[in-house]
């Protein structure tokens, strides 16, 4: 019986774990609730910017950056906030 190529170089147990680890650290960030993310309006040239000042992350679903509410305040954010209606 043979054994499906490896891809990525390394043994089938290493891919295996790396994928396990990588989905883990994501899903730190994945269950936050919309309460404890405030969403920015970050333009693309300022993204740098964003994840250096104020350690924003890029949330693929909504297509919007965001920050732990708990972390940084408002007034930090005041750049990159979304103005209120």
Not at 47 to 72: I, M, N, S, T
Request: proline share 8%; hydrophobic share 30%.
């Amino acid at each position: 019986m043979t054994t499906p190529p490896d891809h990525c170089g390394l043994g089938s147990t290493t891919s295996m774990r790396f994928l396990t680890l990588s989905r883990q650290g994501a899903g730190r960030w994945a269950d936050r609730t919309d309460e404890e993310r405030l969403y920015l309006e970050v333009p693309y040239a300022d993204r740098h910017e964003a994840k250096k000042q104020l350690g924003a992350r890029w949330d693929p679903g909504r297509r919007k950056w965001y920050v732990d509410a708990a972390k940084v305040s408002r007034e930090q954010a005041a750049r990159w906030l979304p103005p209120t209606p």
